[in-house]
Nanobody, 123 residues
């Protein structure tokens, strides 16, 4: 069982930055692939970024070059650094953990989810 706690969301102006964090419980964090997803009001959940247990990274085209996912296995934490934020990035952001599989852009691959953190970007 893994518990995930998302944090770091907030209100920021367009062009600004935020760093999201996701703290995981458990001793096997390094064996999980971690992902970030987001859901805007009235829209379906969408993939944002993922990092495998080997630290390979994957990004949605909409955030490539602006967002960076990283992990610190010693702290059981995954981060999402978000730069050059746009109003279109406004959403609730969720981190997720996957114990197996390779479809990191697919939410169904993930076994555990955080509670979400709100990111609001004003124009």
């Amino acid at each position: 069982q893994v518990q995930l706690v998302d944090s770091g969301g907030g209100l920021v102006q367009a062009g600004g930055s935020l760093r999201l964090s996701c703290a995981a419980s458990g001793r096997t964090f390094s064996s999980y692939a971690m992902g970030w997803f987001r859901q805007a009001p009235g829209k379906e959940r969408e993939f944002v970024a993922a990092i495998s247990w080997l630290a390979s990274t994957y990004y949605a085209d909409s955030v490539k070059g602006r967002f960076t996912i990283s992990r610190d296995n010693a702290k059981n934490t995954v981060y999402l650094q978000m730069n050059s934020l746009k109003p279109a990035d406004t959403a609730v952001y969720y981190c997720a953990a996957a114990s197996r599989g390779t479809g990191w852009t697919n939410g169904q691959t993930y076994d555990y989810w955080g509670q979400g953190t709100q990111v609001t970007v004003s124009s």
